[in-house]
């Protein structure tokens, strides 16, 4: 089966965040994986091993979101595809790997969530006031994906409540309707567990 290319627009995109992520360390030694859907049958995932800072268009994949994965596309893509099946709201999906998601996902993991509150940036990822309280999952890490895909989405579904989610001891995952709500959405998920992190150090 012929694969359609990924349109220009959508490697910008995704080119755009890698810059971004890669200027602000998210993504170091090649770490990270970028996607956007195409429609409703195909998405556009960064292959493995590249510069997330330097992505062009032969760096992105394009793949059908209800297929097996094909070889030599990024290990994750199974995590991408799955929540583009649940949610066809999501357009984007960016992948990180934080110092901050790193480090709180290793300490709560048997908690299985981090939980934040009376931060002004809950506002960020769609919560109408400060005083709330945020929790972010976090699912065990499982070098098999299509397991961990699995149980990612039992547990969240097509409603869930924060746009993120954490790989213990391995990054942060969000997402959004458009890049830049997905970019919105990495952007204060990471602030919030910056500052959750430091308060934990200060305590
Ligand atoms: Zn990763």
Request: hydrophobic share 45%.
């Amino acid at each position: 089966m012929v694969l359609p290319a990924a349109p220009s627009g959508v490697v910008e995109e995704i080119a755009a965040f890698g810059r971004f992520a890669a200027s602000r360390g998210w993504v170091p030694a090649t770490a990270g994986n970028f996607s956007r859907r195409i429609d409703g049958r195909y998405a556009a995932i960064t292959r493995s091993g590249i510069d997330k800072g330097a992505i062009g268009p032969h760096d992105v994949a394009v793949v059908a979101i209800g297929e097996p994965v094909p070889a030599g596309i990024s290990a994750e893509t199974p995590l991408h595809l799955a929540r583009y099946r649940t949610d066809p709201g999501i357009g984007a999906i960016f992948h990180v790997h934080t110092v901050a998601s790193t480090v709180l996902s290793r300490l709560d993991e048997a908690a299985g969530a981090v939980r934040t509150d009376g931060f002004e940036m809950h506002k960020a990822i769609g919560l109408r006031t400060h005083a709330s309280v945020v929790e972010i999952p976090v699912f065990a890490n499982d070098q098999d994906t299509e397991r961990l895909a699995a149980a990612i989405e039992a547990r969240l579904g097509r409603d869930a409540t924060v746009p993120g989610f954490l790989l213990a001891g391995h990054g942060l995952y969000a997402w959004g309707a458009t890049a830049a709500d997905a970019r919105r959405h990495v952007e204060g998920l990471e602030f919030l567990l910056a500052c959750h992190l430091e308060e934990r150090r200060l305590r």
